[in-house]
């Protein structure tokens, strides 16, 4: 019998950003390379100086399977996320 393993789906963060616009620059080339991702806190980062959000900075979403490559991504982008 073949098990599916579903942990490959969950969502971990996969980076931090301090500024929303910097979130979007990666949001938009993971997508562009064909991976799923989801940013938290965009809101939250939005209201508050950056550095000063009671929840952190806007967190990048991706699904387990996808974490390498798009860490990969986001390095060669040079981006100062945390």
Not at 20 to 30: C, F, N, S, V
Not at 69 to 77: T, V
Request: charged share 30%; hydrophobic share 40%.
């Amino acid at each position: 019998m073949i098990r599916y393993d579903k942990s490959n789906d969950d969502l971990v963060e996969c980076r931090e950003f301090a500024t929303d616009a910097e979130a979007h620059l990666a949001e938009a080339w993971l997508r562009q390379e064909g991976i799923d991702c989801y940013l938290f806190n965009e809101i939250f980062s939005s209201l508050y100086p950056v550095g000063v959000a009671p929840f952190g900075g806007v967190r990048l979403m991706v699904r387990q399977r996808d974490l390498e490559k798009a860490r990969d991504i986001i390095n060669h982008l040079n981006l100062s996320g945390e």
